[in-house]
């Protein structure tokens, strides 16, 4: 036993001693440059290492686990339940009571705010119950509506294979509001009589592994709402459902956003007759097929669709909608859809289509000229924010109805001013202009004049700068780019209005339409012409967004000097990356080519640049490009200082292709220069020493560009002399301490605005560094010591503690004349004391059994630190004296404002322990602490 103990006292006083440096070397570094290549240090110049050590723990507390106090109970039908501390509710068996459906304010910020339920979330035990555990011997009854319902803060439920339920015949909101809840295996449930299941899962928010495997769903007619707001979803496995009895599926998924996939292949859908918002808020579907879908009873399909933003496409032209009266909103907000196919709907009974297609953002053609609107009464909005709505066939539509006010129609504003159409399809019934509240269904000018758009690849311009001198165009007897009707002037000014706006006069199109006899459609078109544009070019860094200005130029840093072999390689010049962004409007490939200086006849060929932006649109956004220049001699003409006249310079053009079977005849390539100069190259070596002139890290050699003004460089390599010249370096004494070398001259060296470039205001001792010709250029800096800094850290004794009822809080444990001591000795004699110290620590371990852990009990000064997270124990401006060399921050942990020692038992202030809510395994468990002194100063 001596021996174990021994064995056992070794091991903390080792562990105490461990101290864990980060490796600092002060040669090490140092990275040279090498001339050959277009590289740079970056801050690894001035890497400081951190001090850190680290600690255990003493013994913390061992646990005997006890019984929880029961704080509720209860009888539900013939079921006792009761809640016990720990948040479990316990049901035993017999027959549960039917709940209420949950009501009340839905505030998503506060779970607590709906009453229902069972009787078991009354009294606020709502707020209580975490677990549900339901023993054998519990069923169901026969109406089972809302019985596990408002339970907001539940994770789990156990015992469902428990759960008797073959009387049961509705299972309405059975789990309607148990937000937290994450898995629910229902494989074993006997449904055989289930009739309704409307909201079963609604607002299960959390809920993102559901088993219905065996689910029978044969008797089910109700299914509306079943899976409403389940945004914890990404799929659903349905394929045991039975629907063929089913007659309601309205919100069935509404509001599960987060799903991306849902296969339905297997419904049964011909005796539905309301799919109203089925699909409303499912902005994460990615793919939906509704292709074999048996709509034939459906009456209602009123934002079926609704809000799913991200369906790429979708198949309803097999839909039979003989019977629906109602299609508002059924695409509303479908913004990625590319086209919609209803060509085979059958309108005829439909009275309302308000909002049907409104910011269907992603339409550019709709041809709605099968459609029957002799009964519509509603069509507000109807393609409200079609934003790149082009092409629109609406030549069968009856507006008569929607536009007769007195007998409930409502047709104002099919569009608005989001709008791009540019070619409208209309007939004989339809009336254009409806003046309600002084709003106009005619669709308004576009916000951008002129607005370039495209027609089966090719780009056209409208005619005319403002809505005034826009122009609708009839094409009679000529084609859509080519109008032989009328043009009509259809915006003009508002005399009354003081904001400038356009109002609509539309006499000239009524009349046409009033005196149109044939059943042909009316074309209309804006008045338009081809349309070409050159390409927008810009030269930028390496990350494609600081661009390239005169001033800002481009570097080689790559010097071709015939007098010193060490800086150049006739041979073999290292390639020159440039880079750019691009943007042509109307073409899908540029081709790019460039000259060095003023010899475009040696111009070059590079690359060819696909333009068509990412969102699979052509040329709404700016392409990044970029090539090396690899060609010897123009590279050896870049390395060359000019010295005269300022250094080289590149030219880029670009030139535009056209679009693939584009006319000559509509478009001729355009091209655009773009030119950046190239700054002169400069050579200088800092060496770094101390006051005996030994090294103290490797020499710093450099190659760059140097310009006439102080600049920053594009290239991505911004030379900041301040860089290369540190005010401290660091290493480490013989104790291991953090030594400091400090450079005395620093600021007669170093000017406030100094970059990499024409340097002249250097101290005169270290030159002037702009285009050395090929002289290298020596320039010593001398660093002496100043001080150093220490960290002194203790072990934390949290003590030993046995608690029949879990302790909430352990503070420090030590005697008076035993304190723990942590301080940061720093010698440096520093104005400000920069550097910052951080505590972390792992989770507490189980000595016994480490796979058992605890995390998330640690604090410092009442601020919680997680494993793996850190916390600031002290920093610059909040240490009592910045004048003192020695910081023991412990001291504050034993001394109240007068100096005198506070009981920590009352007052828990430095490092201690919560264990409220905690439920650990029985033993003893420890964790180590690190601290670290870190961001000293530079």
Not at 492 to 521: C, F, M, Q
Not at 815 to 828: C, F, G, Y
Request: net charge negative; glycine share 6%.
């Amino acid at each position: 036993m001596k021996k174990i103990i021994r064995l056992g006292l070794a091991f903390l006083i080792i562990s105490f001693m461990v101290v864990s440096f980060q490796k600092f070397d002060c040669a090490a570094a140092v990275k040279t440059i090498n001339v050959s290549k277009t590289e740079a240090s970056g801050q690894d110049l001035l890497a400081v290492s951190h001090l850190q050590k680290k600690a255990p723990t003493f013994q913390l507390f061992s646990f005997l686990k006890d019984s929880p106090d029961i704080i509720a109970s209860g009888t539900s039908g013939t079921c006792d339940w009761k809640i016990t501390a720990d948040g479990i509710l316990t049901i035993d068996k017999g027959q549960l009571a039917t709940g209420t459906v949950p009501y009340g304010i839905n505030d998503p910020n506060d779970p607590f705010t709906h009453t229902g339920g069972s009787n078991w979330t009354e009294n606020g035990n709502i707020k209580k119950i975490k677990e549900v555990d339901i023993n054998p011997g519990v069923s169901l009854p026969k109406d089972a509506t809302a019985v596990f319902a408002n339970l907001p803060i539940v994770t789990e439920i156990k015992g469902l294979e428990n759960l008797d339920t073959s009387e049961t015949t509705n299972m309405s909101h059975l789990f309607d509001d148990c937000y937290d809840l994450i898995s629910l295996d229902l494989s074993k449930f006997n449904n055989s009589q289930v009739t309704d299941m409307s909201y079963m899962f609604k607002d299960c928010k959390k809920l993102s592994s559901l088993n219905l495997n065996n689910f029978n769903t044969s008797q089910v007619t109700n299914m509306s709402g079943m899976f409403y707001d389940c945004y914890g979803f990404t799929s659903i496995d349905l394929s045991d459902f039975d629907t063929h009895n089913v007659t309601n599926m309205n919100s069935m998924f509404s509001g599960s956003y987060a799903l991306t996939t849902l296969d339905l292949s297997n419904f049964n859908t011909s005796r539905v007759t309301d799919m109203g918002a089925m699909f409303s808020g499912c902005s994460g579907l990615k793919s939906l097929n509704v292709s074999k879908f048996d709509t034939s009873q459906v009456t209602n399909m009123s934002s079926m669709f609704s809000n799913c933003l991200a369906l790429p496409s979708i198949n309803v032209s097999n839909f039979n909608t003989g019977n629906v009266t109602n299609m508002r909103s059924m695409f509303n907000s479908c913004r990625t859809l590319p086209s919609i196919n209803v060509n085979n709907f059958n309108t005829s009974k439909v009275t309302d289509m308000s909002s049907m297609f409104a910011v269907c953002s992603g339409l550019i053609s709709l041809n709605l000229s099968n459609f029957d609107t002799s009964k519509v009464t509603r069509m507000y909005e109807m393609f409200k924010s079609c934003s790149q709505l082009q092409i629109l066939d609406i030549s069968s539509f009856d507006t008569r109805k929607a536009a007769d006010y007195n007998h409930g129609g409502w047709m104002v504003n099919l569009f608005d001013y989001d709008t791009k159409l540019w070619q409208l399809k209309i007939g004989k019934n339809f009336e254009p202009y409806v003046s309600i509240g002084g709003a106009g269904t005619w669709p308004w000018p576009p916000t951008e004049f002129p607005q370039v758009f495209q027609d089966n690849g090719l780009n056209y311009i409208t005619i005319g700068n403002n809505a005034q001198e826009f122009q609708w165009s009839e094409v009679g007897t000529g084609s859509p780019h080519n109008p032989k009707g009328k043009n009509f002037n259809t915006y003009v000014k508002s005399v009354s209005d003081s904001n400038g706006r356009y109002t609509v006069n539309l006499r000239g199109i009524k009349d046409l339409i009033a005196n149109h006899d044939s059943d042909e459609p009316i074309t209309l078109v804006w008045n338009n012409r081809p349309y070409n544009a050159s390409p927008s070019l810009t030269f930028t860094d390496s990350s494609y967004r600081n661009p390239v200005i005169s001033g800002n130029p481009y570097v080689y840093p790559y010097a071709y000097l015939p007098d010193d072999s060490r800086f150049c390689n006739p041979e073999s010049y290292p390639a020159l990356n440039i880079y750019g962004t691009l943007r042509d409007e109307d073409s899908s490939q540029v081709t790019l080519s460039y000259w060095i200086d003023d010899n475009s006849t040696n111009k070059k060929e590079v690359k060819t640049v696909d333009t068509t932006s990412s969102n699979g649109e052509k040329n709404k956004t700016k392409v990044n490009w970029s090539f090396a220049i690899t060609d010897q001699d123009d590279l050896k003409a870049l390395a060359t200082p000019k010295h005269k006249g300022g250094g080289h310079t590149i030219h880029v053009e670009a030139r535009d292709n056209g679009i693939d079977g584009q006319s000559q005849e509509v478009f001729e390539p355009v091209s655009a220069t773009f030119e950046v100069p190239v700054a002169e190259n400069a050579i200088v070596q800092f060496k770094y020493q101390n006051s005996s002139n030994k090294p103290l890290r490797d020499s710093q050699t450099l190659v760059r560009g140097a310009t006439e003004s102080n600049n920053n460089y594009s290239d991505g390599y911004v030379y900041d002399v301040k860089q290369y010249v540190p005010q401290y370096l660091w290493g480490k004494d013989k104790d291991n301490n953090l030594q400091r070398y400090s450079l005395s001259n620093y600021n007669d060296l170093i000017s406030d605005n100094l970059d990499w470039g024409h340097i002249v205001t250097y101290n005169p001792s270290m030159g002037n560094l702009k285009s050395t010709g090929g002289t290298l250029r020596e320039i010593p800096l001398t660093y002496v010591e100043s001080g150093t800094i220490s960290l002194e850290v203790p072990n934390l004794n949290f003590g030993s503690y046995i608690r029949q009822a879990m302790p909430s809080k352990c503070g420090l444990n030590y005697s008076v004349n035993k304190q723990p001591r942590l301080i940061v000795k720093d010698t440096t004699q520093s104005y400000k004391k920069y550097w910052k110290l951080d505590l972390s620590i792992t989770k507490f371990i189980n000595t016994k059994d480490p796979s058992k852990t605890l995390d998330g009990i640690f604090k410092y000064d009442n601020t919680p630190v997680d494993s793996g997270s850190e916390i600031t124990i002290a920093n610059g401006s909040n240490f009592r004296d910045l004048n003192i060399t020695d910081c023991d921050i412990s001291k504050d942990w034993y001394e109240n404002n007068s100096g005198k020692q506070v009981k920590l038992s009352d007052y828990y202030r430095g490092p201690w322990l919560n264990l409220q809510g905690q439920r650990p395994a029985l033993g003893t468990y420890q964790a180590t602490a690190t601290w670290t002194l870190k961001n000293t100063p530079q």
